[in-house]
T-cell receptor, first 115, second 116 residues
Framework: AQSVTQPDIHITVSEGASLELRCNYS??????LFWYVQSPGQGLQLLLK????DTLVQGIKGFEAEFKRSQSSFNLRKPSVHWSDAAEYFC?????????????WGAGTKLIIKP | GAVVSQHPSRVICKSGTSVKIECRSL??????MFWYRQFPKKSLMLMAT?????????EQGVEKDKFLINHASLTLSTLTVTSAHPEDSSFYIC????????????FGDGTRLSIL
C-alpha cells in the first residue's frame, strides 16, 4: 500500500543552523514527490517537487530535496534556517487511487526555531 | 503563478445553518479540485475530489449529502456544509490542479468553520 512517513513529529533547530527533514515513501511505481509548508492557520504552499531527472531538486525559500530511490526517501534540506521558516512541513507522494490522481500525505513535521 | 483563493476565511454560525465555501483558481484553469479537512495538529484528510463538469468522488466515510460539492467551471468549486453541527467545526482547505497527473496541487488559505 502507498504511504508516506515523516518520522519526526517536531524538530528544533537554532536560527542559522542547517536543517534536514526526513521523508520516506512506499509506492510501487516511479513517484511524483512534493514538499509543502503550512504556516499556522494558513493553507499550504508548494516548496518543491520531483517528477524525474536530476535527483536534487531546488525549491523556493532556499530549500532543496534529494530523491534517493534506493532508500525510498525524499529529504528536505536547508543550509541555514531563518526564524520565518518556523512552520509545519508536509511531504506527499502523488498516487492513482480510485481512478483519481491524489496526494498521499505524511503526518507532517513541525519546525521550531530557537533564537 | 498559480493562485487559489478560498472564501470565506472564517465562519462562525449557529447549529443547523448551511455554510458555503468557495474555491477559485485565479490565474489558471483547474480541471481538478480537492477538498480537505484538517483537524488540530493533524495532517490533511481528503474529503473529495471533483473534476470540472462531473460529480465529485467522495472518500470513504465522508457523507456526500452533508458535504455538497459543485465544480461547475474550470475556476470555481464550492463546498456546502449542510445543516452544520458542532462536530463539523474544523479547518477546511481546498486545492486546485491543472490538467495532468504530475501537476502539483495549489492550495487556498483555508476556512476556519466554527459551529456554535
Amino acid at each position: 500500500a502507498q504511504s508516506v512517513t515523516q518520522p519526526d513529529i517536531h524538530i528544533t533547530v537554532s536560527e542559522g543552523a542547517s536543517l534536514e527533514l526526513r521523508c520516506n515513501y512506499s509506492y510501487g511505481a516511479t513517484p511524483y514527490l512534493f514538499w509543502y509548508v503550512q504556516s499556522p492557520g494558513q493553507g499550504l504552499q508548494l516548496l518543491l517537487k520531483y517528477f524525474s531527472g536530476d535527483t536534487l531538486v531546488q525549491g523556493i525559500k532556499g530549500f532543496e530535496a534529494e530523491f534517493k530511490r534506493s532508500q525510498s526517501s525524499f529529504n528536505l534540506r536547508k543550509p541555514s534556517v531563518h526564524w520565518s521558516d518556523a512552520a509545519e512541513y508536509f511531504c506527499a507522494v502523488g498516487a492513482l487511487l480510485n481512478s483519481n490522481y491524489q496526494l498521499i500525505w505524511g503526518a507532517g513535521t513541525k519546525l521550531i526555531i530557537k533564537p | 503563478g498559480a493562485v487559489v483563493s478560498q472564501h470565506p476565511s472564517r465562519v462562525i454560525c449557529k447549529s443547523g445553518t448551511s455554510v458555503k465555501i468557495e474555491c477559485r483558481s485565479l490565474d489558471f484553469q483547474a480541471t481538478t479540485m480537492f477538498w480537505y479537512r484538517q483537524f488540530p495538529k493533524k495532517s490533511l484528510m481528503l474529503m473529495a475530489t471533483s473534476n470540472e463538469g462531473s460529480k465529485a468522488t467522495y472518500e470513504q466515510g465522508v457523507e456526500k449529502d452533508k458535504f455538497l460539492i459543485n465544480h461547475a467551471s474550470l475556476t470555481l468549486s464550492t463546498l456546502t456544509v449542510t445543516s452544520a453541527h458542532p462536530e463539523d467545526s474544523s479547518f477546511y482547505i481546498c486545492s486546485a490542479r491543472r490538467q495532468g497527473s504530475n501537476q502539483p496541487q495549489h492550495f487556498g488559505d483555508g476556512t476556519r468553520l466554527s459551529i456554535l
